[in-house]
């Protein structure tokens, strides 16, 4: 059994008269092994796009087939697996017929046969290449632990609008999927949905040649992952009320319309799959108004693996009239708010310069630009000069670039999210 341990940073005093109580729970795995173990099977899909574009240049469709052969040969003996070609229908790749085989030297080395033979052509229908996932994921015995990896070029063309929402409402819950789009021509909106969804990652890979090392890292990351499913369970006692959590470390991602009541006064929260890591999520809490000196237990945060309690914190809220305590913001929740801030900062920014509003887009990028520089967020801030010179980073002064290349700009929003961890001072 992994171990988790849960360590809570807030400001648990509140001035008279508010309510609500902010904490940062960071939450450590330990001793996770690799995928299928446990008792639990592991399966693994591969879906490549070989839409007709895909041969425009021909670069791409031999690098995803480089990319998926590399990701097949990380995956763990035993485990479940399938390969599919995406374009008009999701077709099986390997194996032949429609189900999944268990990973062996033989499957194997017939499944990379199989992906050196694939052809582009056709349209664009993502929608249906998540049908088909949840399909074959649902075939495997047992309850396992699926993962996928998706892989396209484009928007989707010649599929109905409605198909992609209702494959997706489907597949919430059946399996994590991480989304990579080759090139400049997709859309980031489309596969950021399907990451927020299915609890994955969503990234920009504008060369070709970039494609295998990033498919070989994500199918060691996923094989490493030996904690099948982790939820959050928060308990707020009966008159308060869960504002939001949200993960904040290592990015950004909103887990509050995700909840599941599991009674009046408890709601789980997915996690997804872990290996030996550390997130940190910042969950907000609406209390009733109390008197100086009253304490309160705001909420009390479990980490749950297959109903079991594995670690749990407490957040507090203790009201009082001294202002040097109440006004002191817990330096971690001040550092993820902040980072929060960053991302729906370039986000906004960006939508606004591609509507042509220049001024709203300069005003937005240049608090992204201050926020990224007081946080120490050397990654954006080096994506973000790509799309505005930085003229104060301090005062959040910039100046938009003409010409910037559009695969700069789409790596600065789906890297958005991704957040620096705070730094702990080391204790006395």
């Known amino acids: 059994m992994a171990d988790f341990t849960a360590e809570v940073f ?15 729970v960071s939450i450590s795995c330990a001793g996770a092994g690799t995928a299928g173990q446990g008792g639990t099977a592991a399966a693994e899909i591969v879906i490549v796009d070989t839409s007709g574009s895909m041969d425009m240049p021909v670069a791409k469709i031999n690098a995803a087939r480089r990319a998926a052969s590399v990701a097949v040969e990380e995956i763990l003996d035993g485990t479940w697996f399938a390969v599919l070609s995406g374009h008009s229908i999701a077709q099986m ?14 499957t194997r080395a017939d499944a990379l046969a199989a992906i050196g033979q694939l052809r582009s052509g056709g349209a664009t229908a993502i929608g249906a290449w998540v049908a088909a996932a949840t399909e074959l994921f649902g075939q495997v015995p047992g309850s396992p632990q699926c993962h996928a990896i998706l892989l396209t070029d484009g928007r989707i063309e010649g599929e109905a609008a409605s198909v992609l929402p209702n494959a997706l409402r489907k597949a919430r819950g059946k399996f994590q999927c991480d989304c990579r789009g ?70 950004v991602e909103d887990l509050t319309p995700k909840a599941t009541s599991i009674s009046p006064l408890i709601r789980e929260y997915p996690t997804g799959a872990w290996s030996d890591e550390s997130r940190d999520y910042h969950i907000a809490v609406r209390v009733p108004v109390a ?46 708010t ?3 801030q960053l991302a729906a900062a370039i986000r906004d920014g960006l939508a606004a310069k591609a509507a042509g509003d220049e001024r709203t ?16 967020n050397e990654n954006t801030t080096r994506l973000l000069t790509k799309v505005v010179d930085v003229v104060d980073a301090d005062a959040g002064t910039v100046r938009l670039k003409r010409d910037v290349a559009k695969a700069d700009e789409m790596a600065l929003d789906t890297r958005s999210t991704k957040t620096t961890r705070i730094r702990r001072e080391p204790q006395p």
């Open 93 to 106: 790749v390997y194996p032949p017929n429609p189900g999944m085989v268990r990973m062996s030297a033989g």
């Open 361 to 376: 887009a300069t005003v937005l990028l240049g608090q992204a630009a201050k926020l990224a520089h007081e946080s120490g």
């Open 182 to 251: 080759i090139g400049a021509d997709w859309d980031v909106e489309e596969l950021r949905g399907i990451a927020d969804a299915l609890l994955g990652s969503v990234d920009i890979v504008a060369e070709p040649a970039d494609l295998e090392a990033d498919f070989a890292e994500m199918m060691r990351t996923a094989m490493s992952r030996g904690v099948a499913d982790a939820r959050l369970r928060v308990w707020a006692p009966q008159g308060s009320d869960v504002l939001f959590v949200r993960q904040v470390a290592p990015s």
């Open 338 to 340: 902040g980072q929060a």
């Open 10 to 24: 807030q400001n648990e005093y509140l001035a008279q008269g508010t309510t609500d109580a902010h904490a940062v």
């Open 291 to 336: 008197d100086p000196g009253q304490e309160r237990l705001a909420a009390r945060v479990e980490v749950v693996v297959n109903d079991q309690v594995l670690a749990k914190g407490l957040v507090r809220a203790l009201w009082s009239t001294d202002v040097e305590k109440t006004t002191r913001i817990d330096p971690a929740v001040a550092h993820y």
